[in-house]
């Protein structure tokens, strides 16, 4: 078993900043992939980004350029600062991991983009 533990949501203007942590514990493999998808009222989850342990990284079309996902792979962190968000980023955002044959989800931290 991997337990998440994500910080870091709220409320912000549009154009603001913020940034989610994500810490994973428990039965580390030493290959994985850890990321975040969001999911907003009515729409299914999604990915944001995502980044292995060998250095890949994916990022949705509509958060290229003002998101970064970074990671540290000795303390099994995973980050994303979100710059110039906008209303449309509003969401429930979710930490995810993933090794082979399994995945696990945090359990979400809100984030508001409203003025």
């Known amino acids: 078993q991997v337990h998440l533990v994500e910080s870091g949501g709220g409320l912000v203007q549009p154009g603001g900043s913020l940034r989610l942590s994500c810490a994973a514990s428990?039965?580390?493999?030493?290959?994985?992939?850890m990321g975040w998808y969001r999911q907003a009222p009515g729409k299914e989850r999604e990915l944001v980004a995502l980044?292995?342990?060998?250095?890949?990284?994916n990022y949705a079309e509509s958060v290229k350029g003002r998101f970064t996902i970074s990671r540290d792979n000795a303390k099994n962190t995973v980050n994303l600062q979100m710059n110039s968000l906008k209303p449309e980023d509003t969401a429930v955002y979710y930490c995810?991991?993933?090794?082979?044959?399994?995945?696990?989800w945090g359990q979400g931290t809100q984030v508001t983009v409203s003025s």
């Open positions: 995810n991991y993933r090794q082979p044959r399994s995945a696990f």
């Open positions: 980044t292995t342990t060998g250095g890949i990284t």
């Open positions: 428990g039965s580390i493999f030493s290959i994985n992939g």
